[in-house]
């Protein structure tokens, strides 16, 4: 039995469309996780600036933001979690 091993050993920019829209969609991915690390980062630094000390609360406030981000996406059915 002859296996196919030639659609496994192609790169991912090499199958057309779909590859092209899955790379657009990780570059659009990469682009907002770094935005949100670039937020807590001038949080952080402003803290630290203004206070001269750390504050370790600010990534608890972060959390509590994330998980009710979530709740509102779950009771609006706007996920794709369901």
């Not at 296996?3 to 092209?20: L, T």
């Not at 829209?21 to 935005?35: F, K, M």
Request: charged share 10%; hydrophobic share 55%; aromatic share 10%.
């Amino acid at each position: 039995m002859k296996a196919d091993y030639e659609s496994v050993a192609q790169p991912i920019w090499g199958r057309g469309h779909e590859s092209r829209l899955y790379i657009a969609q990780q570059i659009i991915n990469a682009v907002a996780l770094g935005s949100l690390y670039a937020l807590v980062a001038i949080g952080l630094s402003m803290i630290f600036g203004i206070l001269r000390m750390t504050n370790f609360a600010h990534g608890d406030m972060m959390m509590v933001g994330a998980y009710a981000t979530l709740v509102l996406q779950l009771l609006a059915s706007v996920s794709g979690w369901r």
